[in-house]
């Protein structure tokens, strides 16, 4: 009996492989497991190699394991990829129409001959799933309901074929099942919990937070955002538009923006550098808009299918000029979806651009998750005036951009009598009319980052405290590898992350930073991004150092793990 | 009111006197007030050079924008409450050199706006720039030897993007000017109207004079069927784009976007899902 178990999924681009390794987690997650997967996939359609390496635990897990206890292969570059990785008792369950080197933990399986039989070839991916629930023990009636459900949309035949493959592989020669199997020990609580991956997470969030209007355009991996999005605003009353290009997103958010829709678009790196100059409108026209940016390896296309955290620089330090913003760096599903949701809340409140920053393994790796809490986002539309707020104002003699103490400015939408005004992304008065006033530039240039000192005072770095000399930090899903690293390695590091890159809330991190000997921060990037806006706004450069990864892919448990126990000795 | 007091913030325009914008100006502040437009229900966006100044003018909604990027930011709006009449301005390098792009695609997207482009065929406000509606030859500080490449012809790309409404005007002649935003303003689709506005700093060939002469009017032709897509291409080839009057319109198109746009503007959705609600969505997942 085994707390986890780690399998890869392999198999050629377009054959439902990565589907299969969602639906293994969705099936175990029924019964009250937690599962993790990771994507290795290319950026093609169908052919060449795609896996999902899944792990599956009694407790909840944040990264998948290093080692692999089960590889299922339907193509022999999976095995290839994946041999030197396999635990000592391992074992590999192949296809038998792939001729592979014959070894005493490897087992031929029949899974597209089944398929070809029962229904048509590219079952087989059915057939494997009924493998692994022999291996794993699964009840073949959940693994029936599954996909007689999965499977019920795709009509009548579809549905009806892969339950014959699923029967004739459940029944498959009795005593396989003693060969193969791989016991897990029963999970702690037998209740069914949510697979989602970051984008659906964020998406829901933004549903949840009263957006009801997205422009984007597709790019991997933002695009489960939209695609989320435009099956279910119909039904909210929202609209989802793919555009021409990014520019015209962010654009067209902004537009939706200032008219007073809570709007949002997604993208990644190429898609970030499109829209800067939009980015600055918003902050400059004081527009609530909420960007989301789901990283991947830069620069220019990069390798648009593989890991990065590169684009901090260029969203912390942003486009041309000075202007306010904030980056929000959610790092667990969980935390997509809240973070979204403030998101919302604080592009109204502070009237400018916030940047939900993301990455590939964050965005896109399927996991279970304990239930998202309807309470965690509560709609709050900051200083949006009604018009009954603007009776006594004189037509025409409002002010959009009237100078407060706090450099906020109550807003009126277009519609509202007596709130008329004009908006220019040129220095303006608090007329919100074009002005070349080098005393006014001063006044409005400080009360748009005046808006900022609220939000500095808000604690946003989370730490694990181990009574450690030394503070392990990552953003993004790296915190999660992080996490399994530090309690796999014995919990001997202090851990943590933070949740608000900008405003930087540099006092309070100060102060954290205080009690340690080293604070290392582990990042995947080249030029150490996230340690050099830390050491640039708070100091201590000698304390704070780099751990970084820039082959596209993510850090292994390993890796920091070994990291950890460097420090130590 | 007087129509032009009725929509004018009382700011004094900054184009140089006798700029043909003050013309469009004043036939965007008389379309609305004859379509009897509430201030607050308009609202007006332009992009950057003399033309985005314009918004600036107007006592309604109204938005300056980056340059080349006001046709996003429009529908953005009109997405946002149908209930707004939304019109988007800018020049010929705003729509049809950074902005063409976006240009095309709001003709095939056909929200129901209107655009008007203040083509004057050069760049101003830069003090003086080839525009890539300058006519080959077209001598400039960045074009010394005279423009060199062919001047891209707006209403032929306009058709073959699908624009639902083509007209074109002229600053010198208002009343078809005032006439043919109304009718744009009116059409349930996507309206662009190219008017040529003369630039009296920086455009000494495209003059006021020169336009008289070489603008055709449309309407002096009474066989002409404007719901014609091929005697529209073919009027546009004939006189090399020089005419003015309503060149297409197509009322039959059934919007392929219009379905985005719900009954309840969206700024007035209720935003807050039951609980119930989301327990329903959460259920998907597992």
Redesign the interface.
């Known amino acids: 009996m085994k707390d986890s178990l780690t399998i890869v999924i392999g198999g050629i681009q377009g054959e439902g492989i990565v589907s299969t390794g969602v639906d293994l987690i ?1 099936i175990l ?2 019964l009250g497991y937690y599962g993790f997967g990771s994507r290795r996939f290319s950026s093609r359609i169908k052919g060449g190699n795609t896996n999902i390496q899944v792990t599956i635990s009694t407790r909840k897990i944040t990264a998948v394991e290093d080692k692999i206890d089960i590889i299922l292969a339907l193509d022999k570059d999976t095995i290839a990829c994946y041999r030197e990785e396999l635990k000592e008792d391992g074992i590999i369950l192949y296809d038998n129409l792939l001729t592979i080197e014959e070894t005493e933990n490897a087992e031929a399986l029949p899974m597209t001959e089944i398929a070809k039989r029962k229904g048509s070839p590219i079952m087989k991916t059915t057939a494997a799933l009924a493998f692994l629930g022999k291996v794993l023990d699964i009840p073949s009636e959940i693994l029936g309901n599954f996909l007689d459900n999965r499977f019920g949309h795709k009509g009548e035949k579809i549905q009806s074929d892969n339950m014959a493959v699923l029967e004739e592989a459940l029944i498959y020669e009795e005593g396989i099942h003693e060969r193969i199997r791989k016991s897990l020990a029963s999970p702690m609580k037998k209740i ?5 991956i970051g984008n ?1 997470a964020i998406a ?1 969030g933004a ?2 937070a ?1 957006c ?2 997205m ?1 984007a355009y597709p790019i991997t991996p933002a695009s489960e955002i939209m695609e989320f999005l435009g099956a ?1 605003f119909p039904k ?6 793919q ?3 990014e ?3 962010i ?13 949002m678009t997604a993208t990644s790196g190429p898609g970030i550098s499109l829209m800067t ?2 980015i600055g ?1 918003a902050g400059m ?1 004081e527009i609530p808009v909420v960007i989301v940016d789901c990283q991947r390896v830069g620069p220019s296309t990069g390798m648009p299918t593989k890991h990065e955290q590169s684009d901090l620089f260029t969203l912390y330090y942003g486009g041309h000029g000075d202007y306010p913003a904030i980056i929000l760096t959610p790092s667990t599903v969980e935390e997509c979806f809240e973070d979204t949701g403030r998101a919302f809340n604080l592009a109204e409140k502070y009237q400018c651009p916030v940047i939900l920053v993301s990455d590939l393994m964050l965005s896109l790796s399927p996991q279970t998750i304990d ?2 809490d ?1 309470e965690k986002i509560k ?1 709050d539309r900051g200083s949006l005036l009604k018009e009954k707020d603007l009776e006594s104002i004189v ?2 003699k409002y002010k959009r951009f009237t100078l407060t103490e706090e450099g906020i400015s109550p807003r009126s ?14 220095e303006h008065t608090e007329n919100g ?2 002005t070349e006033d080098s005393e006014i530039r001063k006044q409005m240039m400080e009360k748009r980052f005046r808006k900022m000192e609220l939000l500095k005072k808000e604690n946003t770095l989370k730490v694990i405290e181990n009574d450690s000399d030394f503070l392990f930090i990552a953003i993004g899903s790296t915190f999660g590898v992080l996490k399994e690293a530090v309690e796999a390695s014995g919990n001997k590091v202090d851990f943590g992350s933070i949740r608000m890159l900008k405003p930087l809330p540099a006092e309070e991190l100060s102060c954290t930073f205080e009690k340690y000997k080293k604070i290392i921060v582990i990042e995947n990037n080249f030029s150490q991004q996230l340690t050099a806006i830390l050491k640039e706004k708070i100091g201590k450069s000698d304390k704070i150092e780099a751990f970084t990864k820039y082959d596209g892919t993510p850090f292994t448990i390993t890796e920091i793990i070994e990291k950890i126990g460097g420090m130590e000795a | 009111m007087n129509p032009v007091k009725k929509y004018s ?1 009382n ?1 004094q325009p900054n184009w140089c006197p006798g700029c043909g914008h003050f013309s469009i100006l004043r036939g965007i502040q008389v379309a609305a007030d004859q379509l009897r437009i ?4 308009l ?1 007006v ?1 332009s992009g950057i050079g003399c033309s985005g ?1 314009l ?2 003018y ?9 340059h080349g ?2 046709l ?10 149908k ?2 009449a939304v019109i988007a301005v800018g020049g010929d390098g705003d729509g049809f050199a950074i902005g063409t ?2 240009t095309l ?1 709001a003709m095939r997207r056909n929200l129901n706006i209107t655009y008007i482009v203040l083509n004057n065929q050069v760049y101003g406000l830069t003090k003086g720039h080839t525009s890539p509606l300058s006519e080959i030859g077209f001598v400039t500080k960045s074009t010394p030897a005279g423009a060199a490449d062919l001047p891209l012809k707006p209403g032929i790309i306009s058709l073959a993007a699908g624009v639902t409404y083509l007209a074109q005007s002229f600053s010198g002649d208002q009343d078809q000017m005032i006439d043919l935003i109304i009718k744009g303003i009116q059409h349930q689709g996507f309206s662009f109207i190219n008017v040529f506005s003369p630039c009296i700093t920086f455009n000494k060939t495209n003059t006021y004079q020169w336009y008289r002469e070489n603008l055709k009017d449309i309407e002096e032709d009474k066989d002409y069927d404007v719901n014609n897509l091929q005697q529209a291409m073919s009027k546009l080839i004939e006189t090399d784009g020089l005419c003015k009057g309503l060149i297409y319109q197509n009322t039959h198109v059934e919007n392929p ?1 219009q379905h ?3 009954e ?1 503007s ?2 007035q ?5 039951p ?1 119930e609600e ?2 329903y ?2 259920k998907q ?2």
């Not at chain 2, 509430?38 to 229900?41: I, S």
């Not at chain 2, 959705?269 to 899902?273: A, R, S, V």
Request: glycine share 10%; hydrophobic share 40%; no cysteine.
């Open positions: 969705k997650s029924r069914s919990r949510p697979v989602m659906e829901l549903l949840m009263g009801r209007f422009a279910v909210y009353g929202g609209s989802m538009l555009v021409e290009d520019i015209a997103a654009n067209m958010a902004m537009g939706a923006g200032y008219a007073g829709v809570r709007s100059e939009g409108m026209a239930p998202l309807y709609i037509d025409g939408i277009p519609g509202m009598k007596n709130g008329i005004h004009h908006v220019t992304n040129v009319l074009p | 913030n700011i509430p201030n607050e229900q609202v966006a100044r918004s600036g107007m006592h309604s909604y109204s938005f300056h924008g980056i990027r006001i996003p930011f429009a529908q953005g709006v009109k997405l946002a409450n209930d707004l792009n976006h695609h976007s985005t746009i719900k309840t969206l700024a959705q209720e935003l807050n899902i609980e989301f327990q969505l959460m997942f597992q």
